[in-house]
């Protein structure tokens, strides 16, 4: 992938992760391509919730094409993490980290988050990020509120599409820093992720589809699992997909 990433460029779709995914089934596109739409009338989040995508947000889904080894796929979601956080940062210099394994996560609540999907030979990163966006109708089904852009550097901005290229940009820019970084070196990225990882040391109750409890999550396995310290003395590996993660001092996963 490179900066030159052709951008097809949306209004209105469905979500730009299923649009993705019918253009590769159909065989209309073949490599790195990047989907991007002003709204999404189905926009799909993470353990299948719904994710609200009015205008005023990036969302984008960049297909990648690997390189690094498929027993690093597992990485993907992580990495997509590291480059979106680092394109906040440096783009509007806030203090944008990640809640595991890759909400975007400004001041306890949540600014955006991604879905990444297996293609065939791809992986789509499926990229939301509240730009400004009105968020009003969600107050009532998430605790703590999530927030926009706008709101955390204290700014309204003009209508907001500024701002989205802006991000857009930065956001291709690190995903092709870090994806290069994950072939060369995956345990350099751990490290990149590390950094920006709100969790580690801190008090989580984990919420799997057949157990719940708390402890105290300590780092980050090879393979992205997040390694919890649990009451009894046991260390656990918690894998996304199946578990809700909660921070025992708020956060509540959307
Ligand atoms: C999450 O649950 O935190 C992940 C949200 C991912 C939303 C983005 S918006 C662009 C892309 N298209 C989708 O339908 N979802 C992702």
């Known amino acids: 992938m490179s900066t030159e990433t052709r951008i097809l460029r949306y209004d209105v779709l469905s979500s730009t992760n299923s649009e993705s995914r019918r253009l ?8 790195p391509v990047c989907i991007t739409a002003r709204r999404q009338t189905g ?12 205008a005023g947000g990036l969302w984008m889904t960049q297909v990648l094409v690997p390189v690094a080894p ?8 992580l990495m997509a993490g590291v480059a979106v956080a680092r394109a906040v940062r440096e783009t509007f210099g806030l203090e944008c980290d990640l809640k595991w394994p890759n909400d975007l996560w400004w001041s306890g609540r949540k600014l955006g988050g991604i879905l990444c999907e297996t293609v065939g030979e791809y992986i789509l990163a499926g ?6 966006v009105d968020l009003g109708e969600m107050d009532s089904v998430t605790d ?15 209508d907001g599409q500024h701002e989205v290229q802006l991000l857009l940009r930065a956001v291709q820019r690190n995903l092709d820093l870090e994806h290069s970084v994950l072939a060369e070196c995956p345990r350099r990225l751990l490290q990149r992720y590390r950094r920006l990882c709100v969790l580690i040391g801190e008090r989580v ?16 396995e090879e393979d992205g699992a997040l390694t919890v310290l649990r009451m009894d003395g046991s260390y656990t590996g918690v ?3 199946d578990v809700s993660l909660r921070l025992e001092s708020g956060g509540e996963d959307r």
């Open 43 to 54: 926009g799909r989040g993470r353990g299948d919730r719904a994710w609200h995508s009015p």
């Open 205 to 220: 109750r984990v919420i799997t589809g057949g157990d719940e409890y708390v402890g105290v999550a300590c780092g980050v």
């Open 239 to 241: 894998r996304a997909g």
């Open 144 to 158: 703590p509120r999530p927030v926009d852009l706008a709101e955390a550097c204290g700014t309204p901005f003009c």
């Open 24 to 31: 590769i089934e159909s065989g209309e596109i073949a490599g």
């Open 127 to 132: 990229i939301g990020v509240n730009v400004q």
């Open 70 to 77: 498929r027993e690093r796929w597992s990485l993907y979601p």
